[in-house]
């Protein structure tokens, strides 16, 4: 069981915003992926609410010469979800504002086809990680997950 100020310390992190930077990066095509690299996230926070859905914000900031002096966009993503057969997550019923502008729900539906692929779990078995989703409940008090975690070495080790 996790809180929002567990997660929100974690979100702080060296290591997790170095992450969220890597998957959205990777996440884009190749011209996308580019442009990217002059921007950063900062201020990232999760808010737990009623029925099952959580509320994440954090601000894109474009970086000009090593400062934070360019462009900035404020993002609010906000969404209900489901486990399906253990092996992705799927949204319900996803909204996505940027400087407080709704996104249009054509944009939302592709982000949300997106995470509905499992992409990333996919990825983590070609790199010999298992991951099953029993359970995943958001209330706004904790987030509750269980998960089945299997860890193959790889067949490259000594002794395969």
């Known amino acids: 069981m996790l809180t929002e100020a567990d997660i929100n310390r974690a979100l702080r992190s060296p290591p997790i915003a170095a992450l969220l930077?890597?998957?959205?990066?990777n996440s884009l095509p190749g011209a996308a992926a580019d442009q990217m690299e002059s921007y950063k996230f900062v201020n990232p926070r999760v808010e737990f609410l009623d029925n099952n859905r959580l509320r994440f914000q954090l601000e894109l900031q474009q970086q000009r010469n090593g400062n934070d002096r360019g462009f900035k966009l404020a993002i609010l993503a906000e969404s209900g979800f489901q486990v399906v057969a253990g092996r992705r997550i799927e949204l319900v019923a996803p909204r996505l504002e940027a400087n407080g502008n709704?996104?249009?729900?054509?944009?939302?539906?592709?982000?949300?086809?997106?995470?509905?692929r499992g992409g990333y779990l996919r990825r983590l078995e070609a790199n010999q990680i298992l991951i099953r989703l029993l359970k995943l409940e958001v209330s706004p008090e904790l987030l509750e997950i269980a998960a089945f975690v299997a860890l193959q070495p790889p067949a490259s080790l000594p002794g395969r």
Request: glycine share 4%; proline share 15%; hydrophobic share 55%.
């Open 21 to 25: 930077r890597q998957f959205s990066i």
């Open 102 to 116: 709704p996104v249009p729900p054509i944009l939302v539906n592709a982000i949300a086809a997106g995470v509905s």
